[in-house]
């Protein structure tokens, strides 16, 4: 139980550091509240699109991650204006066509 509670003050530790270092807060969900983790509970529902609940990720490799990866970061988001997460990390605007799209699907 003491080994717990010293590796549960580190992790408070490490995240205050964090969040000193990039100025910003941080907030914690609750245990089973789904909820309160809007944006990870979407991002783990869309990864299952290619990775389904149960698969043995361990037979998962380094190229399809980045595929999933690549494909995520081009999908147009309604909450960024119909942008996607990778448009509005660079500040690029990418014109989307079929031939763009089936370039990004073979990776």
């Known amino acids: 139980m003491l080994h717990h509670d010293i590796r549960q003050r580190e992790r408070v530790w490490e995240h205050e550091t964090i969040a000193a270092e990039l100025d910003a807060d941080v907030y914690f969900a609750h ?4 909820w309160e983790r809007g944006l990870n509970e979407n991002s783990n529902g869309l990864l299952r699109q290619y990775f389904p609940k149960g698969m ?3 037979e998962v490799t380094q ?3 980045q595929w999933a990866a690549d494909r ?3 999908r147009p988001r309604k909450v ?3 942008r996607t997460p990778f448009e509005v990390f660079f500040g690029k605007t990418v014109r989307y066509t079929k031939l763009n799209y089936l370039r990004l699907c073979r990776r």
Not at 31 to 34: D, G, I, K, R, V
């Open 31 to 34: 245990p089973y509240h789904s």
């Open 56 to 58: 043995e990720l361990v």
């Open 63 to 65: 190229e399809q991650v």
């Open 72 to 74: 995520l970061n081009h």
């Open 80 to 82: 960024l204006g119909f």
